[in-house]
T-cell receptor, first 114, second 113 residues
Framework: GAGVSQSPSNKVTEKGKDVELRCDPI?????LYWYRQSLGQGLEFLIY????????KSGLPSDRFSAERTGGSVSTLTIQRTQQEDSAVYLC????????????FGPGTRLLVL | AQSVTQLGSHVSVSEGALVLLRCNYS??????LFWYVQYPNQGLQLLLK??????LVKGINGFEAEFKKSETSFHLTKPSAHMSDAAEYFC???????????FGAGTTVTVRA
C-alpha cells in the first residue's frame, strides 16, 4: 500500500519568507509526527498529533513554527519568517492506533533557506 | 526524557564481515527500542523494534539486535555485510504511552569490496 508522502521534496526559499510543508500519512493511521534532521542537531522531534487530542508541541523550536492537521489526515507544517538555521530535512511519520509505537517515515522535504 | 548514545559515528567493514553497531539508552524502565536505516536522500526505514516480547529481535535484511537490560544496550548486528548495507543507521527510543522518538546521532556504515 501507499506509504507516507511529503511535498515538496525540495524547497529553496529566501530568508524571511514563509514556507508550508505537507504530509500525507498512511491511510487509517491516527498518529502523525514531524521531525527535523539537521547537520548540527541530528534528528529532533517537533510535534505530534493523535486523533482529535490536542497536539504535543513540545519540540517546536520557536513560535515561528506551527502545524495543523485537518480532518485527522493531512498535516501542514508552517515556518514563518524563515531563517538560515531552519535549513534541514523535515520528516513526517505516522503510526496506527493498534501499533502506536511503530512509526513509518516519509521521504522528507529538504528545505534550504538562502 | 529518554536519551540514546550510539558509539562510533562511522564504521567501515569488509564485504562478508560482521557488522556491529552499538546503542545504549538511558532508562531504568525498558522502553521501546528501534533501529532505523537511512539511504542517501531517503527517509527512515524501520529495521527492527524491541517491545519486550523477546530480547533477541530479528529484522529485515538479515539484521538482528539483542536487548540487554543489565547493560542498557540494544546493539545491532549482521553476520555478513553486503555492499547494499552501506547507509546511515539510527537507534531510537520511546516510552510507554509517549511515543515520540529520541534518536541517537547515527552511525554511517561503509562496506569495502
Amino acid at each position: 500500500g501507499a506509504g507516507v508522502s511529503q511535498s515538496p521534496s525540495n524547497k529553496v526559499t529566501e530568508k524571511g519568507k514563509d514556507v508550508e510543508l505537507r504530509c500525507d500519512p498512511i491511510s487509517g493511521h491516527t498518529a502523525l509526527y514531524w521531525y527535523r534532521q539537521s547537520l548540527g542537531q541530528g534528528l529532533e522531534f517537533l510535534i505530534y498529533f493523535q486523533g482529535n487530542s490536542a497536539p504535543d508541541k513540545s519540540g517546536l523550536p520557536s513560535d515561528r513554527f506551527s502545524a495543523e492537521r485537518t480532518g485527522g489526515s493531512v498535516s501542514t507544517l508552517t515556518i514563518q519568517r524563515t531563517q538560515q538555521e531552519d535549513s534541514a530535512v523535515y520528516l513526517c511519520a505516522s503510526s496506527a492506533r493498534q501499533d502506536e509505537e511503530t512509526q513509518y517515515f516519509g521521504p522528507g522535504t529538504r528545505l534550504l533557506v538562502l | 526524557a529518554q536519551s540514546v548514545t550510539q558509539l562510533g559515528s562511522h564504521v567501515s567493514v569488509s564485504e562478508g564481515a560482521l557488522v556491529l553497531l552499538r546503542c545504549n539508552y538511558s532508562s531504568s524502565v525498558p522502553p521501546y527500542l528501534f533501529w532505523y536505516v537511512q539511504y542517501p536522500n531517503q527517509g527512515l526505514q524501520l529495521l527492527l523494534k524491541y517491545t519486550s516480547a523477546a530480547t533477541l529481535v530479528k529484522g529485515i535484511n538479515g539484521f538482528e539486535a539483542e536487548f540487554k537490560k543489565s547493560e542498557t544496550s540494544f546493539h545491532l548486528t549482521k553476520p555478513s555485510a553486503h555492499m547494499s548495507d552501506a547507509a546511515e543507521y539510527f537507534c531510537a527510543v520511546s516510552d510507554w504511552g509517549d511515543y515520540k522518538l529520541s534518536f541517537g546521532a547515527g552511525t554511517t556504515v561503509t562496506v569495502r569490496a
